[in-house]
């Protein structure tokens, strides 16, 4: 079955590609959409666990945008092909204020991190992170496994690397893995000195910013008692 979507103008259509673009550089791959309500929920993965042994906790970045329209679905798709659409979309577009309407490309089905679904209430209020701290822990981050991975590293060594930096704690936030950092930085969340709320349910640590969220789906062993 084909969907579509209508954002309400074309700035969230520029938000839209920003978003999935800045996704795109780091994990090109799927991207989940929950229409309802008038709201598009718009998941991306930046890390998740591999095999059984893999540490790596589960990142995801978070999005929602205002739509015109009463649209229904959850498909997950490519990346590339949604950003091909929006394209499209924006070079026809006459009327910056009229909302812009989107087709969803075909779906895909054998992405893991998609059955994986965040809980939508429970949550409760953690002390808030400062903004500029997520920075320096995602660059240091950065910095270390640029300094550790030469180039022409085979691809299992760069994962077990990313993996280890990425799944350590943040000194004094020791709930919150190293890798929420890098996707709340990359993904172009963050706007120090502002700080960023933090909240929790379970597994699950959310990380909220005025610009979006950030989720995360600890490894049984890292949880609080």
């Not at 909302?99 to 809980?119: G, H, M, Q, R, Y």
Request: charged share 20%.
């Amino acid at each position: 079955m084909s969907h579509t979507f209508s954002l309400v103008d074309s700035l969230a259509l520029s938000d839209l590609q920003t978003f999935l673009g800045r996704a795109g550089r780091v994990e090109d791959g799927s991207v989940r959409l929950i229409a309802g309500s008038g709201l598009l929920a718009v998941y991306v993965a930046i890390f998740y666990p591999v095999g059984l042994h893999d540490e790596t906790p589960t990142v995801l970045g978070l999005r929602t945008f205002a739509l015109s329209d009463q649209s229904a679905f959850d498909v997950v798709v490519p990346v590339r092909s949604l950003l091909d659409r929006l394209a499209r979309v924006r070079v026809e577009v006459e009327d910056p204020s009229a909302p812009a309407n989107v087709s969803v490309p075909l779906e895909v089905n054998t992405v893991v991190w998609a059955a994986i679904s965040p809980p939508r209430g429970g949550w409760h209020g953690l002390d808030p992170m400062p903004s500029d701290r997520l920075v320096e822990v995602a660059d240091a981050g950065i910095a270390e496994i640029r300094d550790a991975v030469p180039a022409g590293t085979g691809e299992q060594l760069v994962h077990r690397a990313r993996a280890e930096v990425w799944s350590r704690p943040i000194e004094g936030f020791e709930h919150i893995p190293a890798g929420a950092a890098f996707a709340a930085h990359t993904l172009g969340f963050l706007a120090p000195p502002e700080p960023v709320r933090v909240f929790e349910t379970g597994p699950w640590t959310r990380l909220s910013a005025d610009r979006g969220h950030v989720l995360v789906r600890r490894r049984a062993w890292t949880l609080q008692a």
